[in-house]
């Protein structure tokens, strides 16, 4: 499935602090910026995504997901950044998008992007700053017309301020 669930509607609760995360997250939807959603296993973060994407501007664009953990992390690069034909042996006749490229005028969602290896996050970083991408064994850039929106339920500020050299990732939103 390429486009959201779920919407805003879906989400069940009226309290205080689920009203307020509705808020928030319909603040998020209005803007093009890239999001963290930070909670433990189970608290939605999923969900949130997929609301956040069908209130704002991309909705009628694809919403692509990746969770991160799932994911061997030699193979995350070719995953988010696709290759081109003859890249690497088993590579694909014609090459492979990327999901950053299949998400072209909507929304990628890094599911667990604390577990992204660390040699990744340099290459993610680039792709939040220029907004383009290179396919492995390419030559050329691609400009992606994307929003990311990622989740994690690690601790990314403790886990900087204790130095780990561990699958965390340091990035924030922009």
């Known amino acids: ?16 602090a689920i009203t307020a995360a509705k808020a ?13 959603i930070r909670g433990e296993t189970g608290t939605g973060k999923e969900l949130f995504a997929h609301a956040i994407h069908a209130a704002g501007q991309r909705r009628s664009g694809p919403f ?4 991160c953990a799932a994911v061997p992390g030699d193979l995350l690069e070719s995953e988010l950044f696709g290759y081109e034909e003859g890249a690497f042996t088993g590579a694909r006749k014609g090459g492979k998008l990327g999901k ?9 969602f890094l599911d667990e992007i604390g577990d992204m290896p660390l040699p990744m996050q340099a290459k993610l970083l680039r792709v939040l700053q220029e907004r383009e991408v290179e396919r492995l064994g390419g030559t050329t850039t691609r400009a992606v017309d994307i929003r990311i929106i990622a989740a994690t339920g690690r601790p990314l500020e403790e886990l900087v ?3 780990s050299s561990g699958p965390t990732c340091t990035i924030g939103s922009t």
Request: aromatic share 4%; hydrophobic share 40%; glycine share 14%.
């Open 161 to 163: 301020r204790q130095g």
């Open 100 to 108: 950053f490229e299949m998400a072209a005028g909507g929304t990628l």
């Open 64 to 67: 692509i997901k990746l969770n």
């Open 24 to 36: 928030e997250l319909l603040r998020a939807s209005q803007t093009d910026s890239t999001v963290l």
């Open 1 to 16: 499935m390429r486009g959201a669930r779920y919407t805003v509607e879906s989400i069940i609760g009226s309290g205080a």
